[in-house]
């Protein structure tokens, strides 16, 4: 089957750096997409990688090795309004989205 | 540019009743799809569209149906609630597929 794991929660302070992992076992892989939810709105897109290396965008940064099924997404200089979900998502050999259960990152001052 | 909206964005249904949740986008694009969101889950794709008049199944299609005919709107039906569809429901587009997703703020949808 197919599967993506991320840790459900991640607690993490005002300015300090923060890394989410996401791994993914899936049916063919046609690229990989971060996005942002804060609770109660809709995903929003963060990132997306589809060769191995880091793309770096502001304070977000998202790295990607295909050979491990393994991303993970940078968070630098934490503010407050970073508190949200981070969803990992897969995009499959039949061109699906792949979605993991997310990582609740919350900040403290 | 609204975007992709979605109405209603609250809903409560008793067991059995029907309803139809609405899905607009003015961003022209062909791809647009119908997830549900629930507590420890990802995303799951219920139906999609490729384009005007074409619908497919995604993961979790039973008890949904679905109906494209015109681009810019994608309809999700329910045609007898039941609890197990109690959820967030999140409306998506995209260009073409392997872009972006572009979401609706969603529809909270409650059946008792």
């Not at chain 1, 993970?72 to 503010?79: A, R």
């Not at chain 2, 059995?16 to 694009?29: E, I, V």
Request: charged fraction near 20%; proline fraction near 4%; hydrophobic fraction near 35%.
């Amino acid at each position: 089957g197919q599967n993506i794991d991320q840790p459900t929660e991640m607690t993490a302070t005002e300015g300090a750096i923060v890394q989410i992992n996401c791994t993914y076992q899936t049916s063919g892989f046609n690229g990989l997409f971060w996005y942002q939810q804060h609770a109660g709105e809709a995903p929003t897109f963060l990132s997306y990688n589809v060769l191995d290396g880091l793309e770096e965008k502001g304070r977000f940064s998202s790295f990607l090795s295909r050979s491990k099924g393994y991303s993970y997404l940078l968070l630098k200089e934490l503010q407050m309004k970073d508190s949200a979900s981070y969803l990992c998502a897969v995009l499959d050999s039949n061109y699906q989205l792949i979605w993991g259960a997310g990582t609740k990152l919350i900040i403290k001052p | 540019n609204a975007g992709v909206t979605q109405t209603p964005k609250f809903r409560v249904l008793k067991t059995g009743q029907s309803m139809t949740l609405l899905c607009a986008q003015d961003m022209n694009h062909e791809y647009m799809y119908w997830y549900r969101q629930d507590p420890g889950m990802g995303l799951r794709l219920i139906h999609y569209s490729v384009g005007e008049g074409t619908t497919a199944k995604g993961e979790v299609p039973d008890g949904y149906n679905v109906s494209r005919l015109k681009k810019q709107n994608f309809l999700l039906g329910l045609e007898s609630a039941a609890p197990s569809q109690t959820s967030v429901y999140f409306c998506a587009t995209d260009l073409k597929e392997g872009h972006e997703q572009f979401f609706g703020p969603g529809t909270r949808l409650t059946v008792l």
